[in-house]
Nanobody
Framework: QVQLVESGGGLVQPGGSLRLSCAAS????????MGWYRQAPGKQRELVAK???????NYVDSVKGRFTISRDNAKNTVYLQMNSLKPEETEVYYC???????????????WGLGTQVTVSS
């Protein structure tokens, strides 16, 4: 059974940094694509950053230049480095990955349960 587990959330002061991790476990052959979303109470989940199989990355305008999405294929882990955090970015952050789960190349989409990021002084 494949699972994604996020970590690295917590409390940080405005202007501070956090690095979120999302580790995939189970029968996995590779990460095809990955992304990070965030959601505040009462609001829709928002795409923050994504990375496709070709290595291209996209970010929501509000985080460009401050957030970086990356991966460690050997560890089946994706990361979101967040710098210069703002109080309005206090949300639950979710990772999602499209994983290759069979030798034949079958892919499935998985979600983590989320990690809370709180930006406050």
């Amino acid at each position: 059974q494949v699972q994604l587990v996020e970590s690295g959330g917590g409390l940080v002061q405005p202007g501070g940094s956090l690095r979120l991790s999302c580790a995939a476990s189970g029968s996995i052959f590779s990460i095809y694509a990955m992304g990070w979303y965030r959601q505040a109470p009462g609001k829709q989940r928002e795409l923050v950053a994504k990375s496709t199989s070709g290595g291209s990355t996209n970010y929501v305008d509000s985080v460009k230049g401050r957030f970086t999405i990356s991966r460690d294929n050997a560890k089946n882990t994706v990361y979101l480095q967040m710098n210069s955090l703002k109080p309005e970015e206090t949300e639950v952050y979710y990772c999602t990955e499209i994983l290759v789960v069979t030798l034949g190349g079958c892919m499935r989409n998985y979600w983590g349960l989320g990690t809370q990021v709180t930006v406050s002084s």
